[in-house]
């Protein structure tokens, strides 16, 4: 299959952005397949998300490199890659299995853009289900956090992960792990109006007798579920319902929330814009 190229960027926004890119482009002999841009007007920021063929079928980095002098010309914040390569994915789960066999049926479909190479999880609970996949199980105890956070920024370098997405993983990250991670790892959580945090979140949501139930999808940060948020999802509930369907609710908004940010972020339609984002859907 002949390789396409995802050009993203943000820059201070200004006449003959879009110009510039395209030109780039033909130019070098590409054609653009689909192109996307969005000015927001509250800090005069710029967005640009460019899908494009090259003829000659060039290597990303000497793509990258011809590409930096307009980038540098312009300001821009830009990254270029081959859109058919998978991100290179580490599942973080504890003992709740429906986002990781979501996310796992889905690489299998080949609908997720991803490849998993490896599952890391404190406990031992869903090791029959990666062995299901054939993926590789790590269990990392986190009794000493430190020794657990440092083996899996190992397993980050040693498998070349590109994405680590904490798909119910019950462990929150340190501020160290989290900036290591910025911008490449993403957590989902359950999310009511009101916002229930601590213990049986859906016995509280059920005993406030809410209407909706939604997840949010985000990227981690140092503080707690308060990452850019990259997707959300709700499903509408009524007052038949038991604390334990509420719950299997929630379990399916969260599965198809996490898929479809993970989805979003390995085809590079996330961009991050200071405390939010621009999604191109």
């Known amino acids: 299959m002949t390789p396409t190229y995802v050009l993203t960027l943000s820059c201070p926004d200004r006449p003959g952005l ?4 395209t030109r780039w482009i033909a130019e070098a002999g590409g054609n653009i397949l689909d192109s996307q841009q969005f000015s927001d007007t509250s800090d005069n920021e710029f967005f640009l ?4 063929t090259m003829p000659d079928d060039p290597a990303p980095e ?3 490199e011809h590409f930096a002098k307009v980038a540098t010309e312009h ?5 270029l890659v081959i859109a058919e390569t998978p991100a290179r994915t580490l599942v973080l789960v504890s003992r709740e299995g429906h986002c990781l066999n979501d996310l796992l049926y889905r690489q299998s479909a080949g609908s997720l853009g991803i490849e998993i190479p490896a ?4 406990h031992r609970d869903l090791e029959r289900l990666a062995a299901a996949y054939e993926v590789p199980f790590h269990h990392v105890p986190t009794d000493d956090k430190a020794t657990s956070e440092a083996r899996l920024l190992e397993l980050v370098d040693e498998l070349s992960i ?6 119910r993983y019950m462990q929150i990250l340190s501020d160290e792990t989290c900036r290591a991670l910025d911008g490449r ?3 989902i959580h359950h999310s009511f ?3 229930f945090k601590g213990a049986r979140p859906y016995q509280q949501a059920h005993d406030r007798g809410v209407k909706l139930i939604g997840a949010t999808a985000h990227y981690v940060t140092a503080e707690l579920d308060e990452g850019p948020i990259i997707d959300q999802g709700v499903m509408r509930v009524d007052h038949r319902m038991s604390a334990a369907d509420l719950a299997r609710v929630g379990r399916d908004v969260e599965a198809q929330t996490l898929s479809r940010a993970v989805k979003l972020h390995a085809e590079s339609r996330v961009l991050m814009n200071g405390p939010r984002t621009v999604v191109f859907a």
């Open 18 to 21: 879009v110009f510039a890119v």
């Open 49 to 52: 998300r460019v899908h494009f």
């Open 62 to 64: 000497g793509l990258s």
């Open 75 to 79: 300001q821009m914040n830009f990254r």
């Open 119 to 122: 599952i890391v999880s404190n």
């Open 162 to 167: 590109d994405l680590v997405v904490l798909a």
């Open 185 to 187: 790892a993403i957590n």
């Open 193 to 195: 109006l009101p916002s």
